[in-house]
C-alpha cells in the first residue's frame, strides 16, 4: 500500500521543523541541524502518525545515540520532557514566529 502523500500545509509543517534546530541540542546551548521525528502515540508499526506531531531533533537525540527517543526514550523523557511536552513547547516557538513575522 502507497503511504498518503502530504498535503500543503502537512509540507509547510515538516519543512518548518527541519529548519529548526534539535530541541534537545538547543536545552544544552547548542544548535544542531535537526530531521524530523513523527510522535508515535496509539499507532500501529505500519500507520504514519500525523506529520502534525512532529518535532526537531538531530539524528543523534533521534535514533543513534544511547540518550535519543528511539533508543533511550526513558532516559531521554527524564532529561528534555516528554515527546507532548516538547510538542507543545515547540508548538509555542512556531506560532510566536508567526506572529512576529505578522508584525514585520
Same mark, same amino acid.
Given at each position: 500500500?502507497?503511504? +498518503?502523500?502530504? $498535503? +500543503? @500545509?502537512?509540507?509547510? =509543517?515538516? !519543512?518548518? @521543523?527541519?529548519?529548526?534546530?534539535?530541541?534537545?541540542?538547543?536545552?544544552?546551548? =547548542?544548535? %544542531?541541524?535537526?530531521?524530523?521525528?513523527?510522535?508515535? /502515540?496509539? %499507532?500501529?508499526?505500519? *500507520?504514519?502518525? /500525523?506529520?502534525?506531531?512532529?518535532?526537531? *531533533?538531530?539524528?543523534?537525540?533521534?535514533?543513534?545515540? !544511547? *540518550? /535519543?527517543?528511539?533508543?533511550? +526514550?526513558?532516559?531521554?523523557? !527524564?532529561?528534555?520532557? %516528554?515527546? +507532548?511536552?516538547?510538542?507543545?513547547?515547540?508548538?509555542?516557538?512556531?506560532?510566536?514566529? =508567526?506572529? $512576529?513575522?505578522? @508584525? *514585520?
Amino acid at each position: 500500500m502507497a503511504k +498518503k502523500r502530504p $498535503n +500543503k @500545509i502537512e509540507r509547510e =509543517r515538516l !519543512k518548518t @521543523i527541519g529548519k529548526m534546530p534539535c530541541y534537545a541540542c538547543f536545552q544544552e546551548g =547548542r544548535e %544542531t541541524n535537526a530531521e524530523v521525528h513523527h510522535i508515535r /502515540s496509539q %499507532t500501529g508499526l505500519g *500507520l504514519r502518525p /500525523s506529520h502534525f506531531a512532529t518535532i526537531p *531533533l538531530c539524528p543523534e537525540h533521534h535514533r543513534t545515540g !544511547k *540518550l /535519543s527517543v528511539h533508543l533511550g +526514550k526513558v532516559e531521554f523523557e !527524564k532529561r528534555y520532557g %516528554t515527546q +507532548k511536552e516538547i510538542l507543545e513547547k515547540v508548538n509555542r516557538e512556531i506560532e510566536r514566529c =508567526r506572529e $512576529n513575522q505578522d @508584525i *514585520l
